[in-house]
């Protein structure tokens, strides 16, 4: 079974809805992330998560909120989406400790139409 | 801010044909340094982790090597199962866990 895994794995919207993206993992590990990646380019961080209390914004977190249900679950919502948000969405976590990797999840390819 | 330009963007080579991906980076204060290797329409998968100047990490065909400015990663002699996009993330001190990504460097190796 795959330690990071993301749901749905596709997903196609329309304008204006909220979509919800889960993340669960079974690493025990307390940080997880939430990045989009457009193509060609590298990932940009939207949210990040130390532990169940700790939530954070990331560099592209207008237009997204998440919720950390537990050390496992970390899910990422667009309140109302919009054609820009069409992109590829991954989860990470990683362990506590200096410079340690981060372990991703398989992706959500989502469309706003 | 922390800033990390991976080159050059595409890579083609020959079965066998050994080369460099680079990534420059600046940084306040250096936490670590990550390769990521990422298969098209996967998540990254984690590659190295390089922590001070000098250090070098390998693995099969890959050596990743650290600077106070760059990092490398040495391709000796490519199979096409090495054809992927490899990414470059840096972590600074002050933002513990927090990585900055490069854009990342196509790799395609021709039989």
């Known amino acids: 079974d795959a330690d990071v895994t993301q749901t749905p794995r596709n997903r196609i919207t329309k304008t204006g809805k909220r979509i919800m993206l889960e993340c669960s993992q079974t690493?025990?590990?307390?940080?997880m992330y939430w990045y989009r990646q457009d193509p060609g380019l590298g990932l940009q961080l939207i949210y990040y998560s130390f532990d169940v209390k700790d939530i954070n914004k990331g560099e592209i977190s207008d237009g997204y909120s998440v919720s950390r249900q537990a050390q496992a679950k970390f899910s990422l919502s667009l309140e109302s989406a919009i054609p820009n948000q069409t992109a590829l969405y991954f989860c990470?976590?990683?362990?506590?400790?200096?410079?340690?990797?981060?372990?991703f999840g398989p992706g959500t390819r989502l469309t706003v139409l | 801010e922390d800033q990390v330009t991976q080159s050059p963007e595409a890579l083609r080579l020959q079965e066998g044909e050994s080369s460099s991906l680079n990534c420059s980076y600046t940084v306040s204060g250096l936490r670590g340094l990550f390769w990521y290797r990422q298969d098209p329409g996967k998540g990254p998968e984690f590659l190295f982790t390089l922590y001070s100047a000098g250090e070098e990490k390998e693995k099969e065909r890959l050596k990743a090597t650290l600077t106070k400015k760059e990092s490398f990663l040495h391709i000796t002699a490519p199979k096409p199962e090495d054809s992927a996009t490899y990414l470059c993330a840096v972590q600074e001190n002050t933002n513990a866990g927090k990585s900055t990504f490069g854009d990342g460097t196509t790799l395609t190796v021709k039989p």
């Open positions: 690493k025990g590990h307390d940080r």
């Open positions: 990470a976590t990683s362990d506590l400790g200096v410079g340690q990797g981060q372990f």
